[in-house]
């Protein structure tokens, strides 16, 4: 009887060439971290695949958790025989007999040249054995049982399907950025790709109490205890932005206070960056979803800053990702009604086209470097994490 594993593939990992190695090993790390609940089972780390020996475990405890591990391409359910055709033949008809599909198809992978059988000859034998022993037939195109039969030297594996994983890239792996983020729809689930393609993600959160009520600092934990399924500590800057954004809005006119307000937000987040090693910062921003998210506005917002600005969002429908919001679970968060210190200040008719003149021009008009200083230096910062979590993962 074979031996039950799960086998684990790379996605995208598998063209990273000379730094594969650190991939892999960071990934078997996160999958170990990951499942550390499930004590009895083993690992074996391999340059294409992971396996999972499931001992005592089962598979569908398993294979949940691993859905949330960026880095993986896929994975199956699979069966270990010692590499003989026997073996093979044997633990196909005992799956075939435990199975109600009608047609199968046999795919052989001979990845052990020195295998006594060819792949075809692999696959005419075992689906003689199957249509001699099992009422089932042979469907070439469409078959309801795939068997695939991996042959390596001293193992050969048996699976039928396959599971689809995150894709993206092991934590980290990409270096670190800073994400601002808001009560908002968009920037959790920016931050979510971001953390997929394997960044480490710090975020920075700008508050305005007694404007903006806790709700919103608690809202935003919540939101980020979503993110720890998939970067298991994040550590969280608030910044006290109430009187730096009163000063701003006695300066500027109402038209242009919501692209001040956004410069100095880029101002503070990018010292606080630097200081961190965030190599970049990253915001839930689409082109033209509100006035300040123009061209216009983007670049005239940009221009104060020397950072690069990543907007995994940038192109994205707001139904797409609003869906892609309800899947990761931060959707019903994000609805929850509590104000975003965007909003606490009604601004009319807000510039869709800023022009840089004006902007200088404001912003000569107040020693705006003074509260970028302050708000830095009463910033407070903690960290979420699994631990702290109510929900298990
Ligand atoms: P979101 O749904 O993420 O709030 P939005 O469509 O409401 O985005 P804006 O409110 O204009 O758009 O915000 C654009 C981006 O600016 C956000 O995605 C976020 O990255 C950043 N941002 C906005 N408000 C804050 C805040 N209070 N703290 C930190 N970042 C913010
Ligand atoms: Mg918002």
Same mark, same amino acid.
């Given at each position: 009887?074979?031996?039950?594993?799960?086998?684990?593939?790379?996605g995208?990992?598998?063209?990273?060439?000379?730094?594969?190695?650190?991939?892999?090993?960071?990934?078997?790390?996160?999958?170990?971290?990951?499942?550390?609940?499930?004590?009895?089972?083993?690992?074996?780390i391999?340059?294409d695949h992971?396996y999972i020996?499931?001992?005592?475990?089962?598979?569908?405890?398993?294979s949940?958790?691993?859905?949330?591990?960026?880095?993986i391409?896929?994975f199956?359910? %699979?069966?270990?025989? #010692?590499?003989?055709? @026997?073996?093979?033949?044997?633990? !196909?008809?005992?799956?075939?007999?435990?199975?109600?599909?009608?047609?199968?198809?046999?795919?052989?992978?001979?990845?052990?040249?020195?295998?006594?059988?060819?792949?075809?000859?692999?696959?005419?034998?075992?689906?003689?054995?199957v249509?001699k022993?099992?009422?089932?037939?042979?469907? !070439?195109?469409?078959?309801?049982? #795939?068997?695939?039969?991996?042959?390596?030297?001293?193992?050969?594996?048996?699976?039928?399907?396959?599971?689809?994983?995150?894709?993206?890239?092991?934590?980290?792996i990409a270096?670190?950025?800073?994400?601002?983020?808001?009560?908002?729809?968009?920037?959790?689930?920016?931050?979510?790709?971001?953390?997929?393609?394997? !960044? *480490?993600?710090?975020?920075?959160?700008?508050s305005s109490p007694?404007?903006?009520?806790?709700?919103?600092?608690?809202?935003?934990?919540?939101?980020l205890?979503?993110?720890?399924?998939?970067?298991?500590s994040?550590?969280? &800057?608030?910044?006290?932005?109430?009187?730096?954004?009163? @000063?701003?809005?006695? &300066?500027?006119?109402?038209?242009?206070?919501?692209t001040i307000?956004? *410069?100095?937000?880029?101002?503070?987040?990018?010292a606080?960056?630097?200081?961190?090693?965030?190599? %970049?910062?990253?915001?839930?921003?689409?082109?033209?979803? %509100?006035?300040?998210?123009?061209?216009?506005?983007?670049?005239?917002?940009?221009?104060?800053s020397?950072?690069?600005?990543? *907007?995994?969002?940038?192109?994205?429908?707001? !139904?797409?990702?609003?869906?892609?919001?309800?899947?990761?679970?931060? &959707?019903?968060?994000s609805? *929850?009604?509590?104000?975003?210190?965007c909003?606490?200040f009604?601004?009319?008719?807000?510039?869709?086209?800023?022009?840089?003149?004006?902007?200088?021009?404001? @912003?000569?008009?107040?020693?705006?470097?003074?509260?970028?200083?302050?708000?830095i230096?009463?910033?407070?910062?903690? &960290?979420?994490?699994?631990d702290?979590?109510?929900?298990?993962?």
């Amino acid at each position: 009887m074979g031996t039950d594993l799960i086998l684990v593939r790379f996605g995208e990992l598998s063209t990273k060439g000379k730094n594969i190695k650190d991939f892999i090993k960071k990934l078997g790390a996160d999958i170990k971290e990951k499942l550390k609940s499930f004590s009895t089972l083993s690992y074996r780390i391999e340059h294409d695949h992971i396996y999972i020996e499931l001992h005592e475990e089962k598979y569908e405890d398993v294979s949940k958790r691993l859905l949330d591990v960026p880095g993986i391409g896929s994975f199956s359910f %699979v069966k270990r025989v #010692p590499e003989d055709i @026997e073996e093979i033949i044997n633990e !196909v008809l005992r799956s075939c007999k435990n199975n109600s599909a009608k047609t199968f198809k046999i795919i052989t992978k001979r990845i052990d040249k020195l295998f006594p059988y060819h792949s075809d000859e692999v696959n005419r034998m075992i689906a003689e054995k199957v249509l001699k022993n099992t009422i089932m037939s042979v469907d !070439v195109h469409n078959p309801e049982l #795939p068997i695939h039969i991996m042959i390596r030297p001293g193992n050969c594996y048996i699976y039928s399907s396959s599971q689809k994983g995150l894709g993206g890239y092991p934590v980290g792996i990409a270096g670190k950025s800073l994400m601002l983020l808001s009560g908002g729809i968009d920037s959790p689930v920016a931050a979510f790709n971001m953390i997929k393609r394997g !960044v *480490r993600l710090e975020c920075i959160h700008f508050s305005s109490p007694p404007y903006t009520s806790s709700n919103v600092i608690t809202k935003i934990r919540d939101i980020l205890h979503v993110l720890n399924k998939y970067q298991t500590s994040i550590k969280l &800057y608030i910044v006290p932005f109430t009187e730096f954004q009163e @000063e701003i809005y006695k &300066y500027a006119d109402t038209s242009y206070a919501i692209t001040i307000m956004r *410069r100095m937000m880029l101002r503070i987040s990018e010292a606080i960056a630097r200081h961190h090693n965030c190599l %970049v910062l990253s915001s839930g921003e689409s082109v033209g979803q %509100v006035a300040s998210q123009t061209l216009k506005s983007i670049a005239a917002i940009e221009e104060c800053s020397n950072m690069p600005i990543i *907007r995994p969002l940038a192109t994205v429908d707001k !139904v797409d990702i609003i869906n892609e919001a309800k899947k990761i679970g931060t &959707y019903d968060i994000s609805i *929850r009604p509590f104000e975003d210190c965007c909003t606490i200040f009604e601004v009319k008719n807000p510039t869709t086209c800023p022009h840089l003149d004006k902007i200088k021009e404001i @912003e000569s008009h107040f020693d705006y470097q003074k509260y970028v200083v302050d708000c830095i230096a009463n910033i407070k910062y903690e &960290y979420i994490t699994l631990d702290n979590s109510d929900e298990e993962f």
